[in-house]
């Protein structure tokens, strides 16, 4: 076997998570099953325990004006984005596409999909609950998967077995600790990996078959753990917000005229995608799933803990501060969308409660670079108490 | 000649009465959230409750107060909120920063009532941020949100019915603690069946205007149905609701209308928007137009058979089988009142495009359509652009379809110009269409 070092590691999953589509298809001329996932409330291990790769819907950063006949110019560009790419037919390799009831705008997308993009016949809205922190939801939740395991059993002419999915259970849960693994570095002194490498990572995986991710991180964190690492940075930075598939902004967050680090991304495609785990070895193993569905880190939109009103979310972004100790925050989520600004409003206070500036930036299809490095200069500047003369 | 309806001036103040409860009163509850929640639950908690929801609050304060609407509009944004947010949701919280109230009597009091308890639902992904915001600036009201995971034929599916019942069944134990009030099943019985009873009632009075003349048109509808939606558990509002259906009733069998002349005949698909909607009404009435039916104020607090047989219909519940109904334990009241809020037609079109287009198709059919009207609004996300879409590919061919932008309450977001050409435009395919040499 080849001596592969971390930096070739992290460039592989650099390159998966910047050619997703070249991945796929390349999965798929090995004649592979392919299930493209809008939302991470998605059971991907279902799908996995068919022998169906989940490859997560993702979008492309072109600017186009094509959705605006499907979607309204208010919903966010991320589901623009999304849906454009099925319409242009650059999913067309997919056997089906999923997606869990959750944020209306990717609902839409999803929905745009199936009626316009030809996936009318292949594919499937799993019924997911909207508050996700109550029994009901719970006994809900199960009885969908329950719903959605007998339609790809249906799709593949195959009952899915319980053993299936303790296994696909327990490969997704491996995959889960080896990044938290990889993410825990970035709270170490001196960090052996960069954030926007840790980001990367992160994203390739939510398109990659698990094992073979499990392979590649495996060896990576091998490789981390005998690097001396770097001396940190003087600025420290965290990220909560939406999903944002842009690396672009993540390499503009450590390349400031300023020594920044960016230490954590509270998103549901970085943290919030794996900072969870499925109970192994449970008898009802659906049960078992939708057990371990409810103790993500609520995506905003479904954060509403009934009888206080309280948003869960908050809970876990106290704990990372306390982790991963950021000098500043910075709100970054997609322009247009709905509960996450939402959220802002509130969680605002208290991150000034504990000291810590932050600032919002609104995503869209392509980054202002400038514009986005000319504020976040400045946000340096606040927390470094920089005055100019 | 025109009819005027008698029982309006009732209704409106029944609306009123229901506003100035929630404001003024100084002895019971006070609970808030979305009037698309089962209400009657919070009825079983004592005969002294007074609600205030928000979308029919924030409605009727736009049109009983542009100009306060605009500075709440914009207190909201300036603590915060995003421009494309809901604007129900805004002109809301803009009042509670602002701290002062306009109700549709054109009483505008200072200070903003605190509510005892949030009891709402959640739907699409602003819909109980609103209140958690609400909860947030007025230091922490209990809040209990009712996941409506509805769509397509919900109310049939046991699994979403079943999930739904035990929500509210968990929120009546909630409402015990929280309150300190002994939940009453008997007054919780009674809620739930005038709550049912008005819901049925709007859907037949609603089904009259399949004839021709159409009884009501837009404008009196828009009105009418508001105070279904600010308390409709009273025995009172079954009374107003079935005076007005025993009236539309009168209406039909002498052939009278609020709007008697009715050359066209329009299906509406859109919320209502305070401000463009009279500029549009003029043009449509101007050369004997009407909207005879409409999603948004049919569906929004009215009940219809729904899917039969896999298509939607329109067609009224008998009222009857509401006195009929098994109510005598809690779960079996709580099981009725669950079906019938999972049936409003509103829901089914927000999570569910095949039923939205079903009921568009039925609309057409069964109100016997010359125009379609499609008029999304851009800050209500359920206000799906692809359903318009999808609405305006089946009908080009069969009747005159014109979609414009609206907002609901926010007029910075209506191109109000634009609108009314192509509101003009409208009507000018309808009268070709009707001499047979229009391209529709």
Redesign the interface.
Known sequence: MTEKGPNTIIGRFRSIAENSHEYAKSLKKKGQLLAGYMCTHVPEEILYAAGIVPVRILSSHESQAMTR????E??CSFSHDCAYQTLKGNFDYLDLIVTS?S???M??AF??SV??AGFQEKSYLI?????IH????G??MT??FRQFKEFIEKFIGTPITDEKIEKAIKVYNTNRRLLKRLWEFLGSDKPPVTGPEVAAVTLASQMMDKQECNEMLEQLIKKLEAEPGKAPSEVRLMVTGGACDDLGIFDLIENLSYSTSLIFIDSCTAARYFWFEIPEDKPDKLKALAEGYISKIPC??KD?V????E?KRFRFIQQFIEDFKPDGTIFLYQR?C??Q??????L?PVFDKLGIPSIELELDTTIPITQFRTQLDAFIEIIKGVHLE | MAYNITTWKDIKNYQTACYRGYLFASEGLRCMGSTWSPLAPLKGLGEDIHLIGGEPHSASAAGTFPEETRENIIAAETAGLGFHSCSYLKLFVGEVVRDKIGITDGTIKEGFPKPDVIWTTHLCSQHSKWYQEVSRRMGGVPLYAIDMVGGGNAEKDPKIVNYVSNQIEAGIDWLERVTGREFNDELFAKAVRNEIKVLVLWGNICALNMHSPAPLDERRLIALFPPAVVDRTTDESVQLYETLFKEVKKMVETGESVAPDQRFRIVYFGIAHTYGHPEMARILRDVGAEIVASVYTFGTCGNFKGIVNGEWTWEPIDPQWVDELDLSTRRKAITELAKIVLGWPTWQGVRSYWALESMARAMVAEYKADGLLLAPSRSCETDFRNGYIAMQRIFKDKIPTIEYDTDQVDVRKMDLPGAQRKTELFVQLMEAHKKGGGDK
């Open positions: 006949g499907y979607i309204h208010t919903y009831s944020c209306i705008h609902g839409e929905n745009t009626r316009f019924q997911y609950p909207h508050i109550t029994k009901p939801a006994e809900f009885e969908s905003p939109a509403n009934p009888g206080t009103g948003k247009f709905s509960p600004p939402m959220d802002v409003v509130a605002k």
